[in-house]
């Protein structure tokens, strides 16, 4: 007689990748700040090891590339290049908050593009967004002496890569993306992003690479723009809803300066904080809402 008891499959939750890879994704701006390399050395290590990792990870799904995916890929190049330029000369509050209003993008032109309704809400949101967005640039002139940095340019940077950022979410949902492996347009945008910053590079090459620069461009290269990649779609084909994956998201933008504050000592000024709080309520809110919508 067989007295052993079963033994249960502990399967890992689902929702602990989408986490994992956000708690990724929110370390962005530390290693961005940690390393004393300029923006384009930052962009051309990182996507050059997010590139051979997704490539390892899911090159079995396919890599063939054609128009539409090349299209995609440019938009998500963009919204990394602008994301490292906005981290090395604006706060880390600034780069992450103002790309977080692409949500204004999306709710403009889904309409145009993917045929979708607009709604008297998408309008109130888009509004609050603007005025939260309005806030960073009333700390310009103080804090430019404070950084000695163009905090002016990065935080123009930080915007566009918010541009770039929603149409390229846009595209996504296109019926063409769908039929499509997902990790097409990650893989070839960080090979966009190697392939336009290796002519600037050889012109003003680093005048020095430390270690601690090496460690940073691995990490920010294989887990934070690679692994998290791979983590985040594996809790998303596991199971988990999309309302709940976009309102884990938000963890990134309310961590990100907290990370570069406890750890480069960088404060996010006043206005920072109340804009990125009025741009993060209007998009959960805005989320929530329409997700309310849809059940009733």
Same mark, same amino acid.
């Given at each position: ?6 033994i ?34 930052v ?45 090395k ?16 993008? /999306? @709710? !403009?032109?889904? %309409?145009?593009? #993917? *045929? ?5 809400a998408?309008?109130?949101?888009? =509004? +609050? ?25 990065g ?14 979410? /846009? @595209? !996504?949902?296109? %019926?063409?993306? #769908? *039929? ?10 960080? =090979? +966009? ?57 938000f ?46």
């Amino acid at each position: 007689m067989n007295n052993s008891l079963p033994i249960e499959k502990n399967n890992f939750p689902p929702i602990a990748f989408v986490l994992l890879a956000v708690l990724l994704w929110s370390t962005g701006g530390v290693f961005i700040k940690y390393t004393t390399l300029d923006a384009f050395s930052v962009n051309l290590g990182r996507s050059l090891f997010a590139a051979i990792t997704v490539a390892i990870f899911t090159y079995r799904k396919g890599l063939r590339l054609d128009w539409f995916t090349l299209l995609t890929s440019f938009l998500y190049a963009g919204t990394l290049s602008c994301f490292v330029y906005a981290n090395k000369n604006t706060t880390a509050a600034n780069a992450i908050f103002l790309q977080y209003t692409a949500p204004i993008y /999306i @709710l !403009l032109f889904a %309409p145009l593009i #993917l *045929r979708e309704k607009f709604r008297a809400a998408d309008l109130v949101t888009v =509004i +609050i967004c603007l005025a939260g967005m309005s806030l960073f640039f009333l700390e310009t002139a103080g804090a430019e002496n404070t950084l000695a940095t163009n905090i002016f340019g990065g935080n123009i940077a930080a915007l566009v890569s918010g541009v770039f950022f929603g149409f390229y979410f /846009i @595209l !996504l949902r296109h %019926p063409r993306s #769908l *039929r499509k492996n997902p990790a097409l347009s990650v893989f070839y945008g960080n =090979i +966009i992003i190697v392939l336009l910053m290796l002519p600037i590079i050889s012109q003003n090459p680093p005048a020095a690479i430390s270690s601690n620069d090496i460690l940073a461009i691995l990490f920010l290269g294989i887990f934070q723009i690679g692994i998290a990649y791979i983590l985040f779609t594996k809790g998303i084909a596991d199971g988990v809803r999309s309302l709940d994956a976009s309102i884990i998201g938000f963890i990134e933008p309310l961590l990100n300066p907290v990370w570069v504050f406890l750890f480069i000592g960088e404060r996010p000024s006043f206005w920072a904080l109340i804009g990125g709080a009025i741009i993060i309520f209007a998009v959960v809110w805005h989320t929530m809402r329409q997700n309310r919508t849809r059940v009733e």
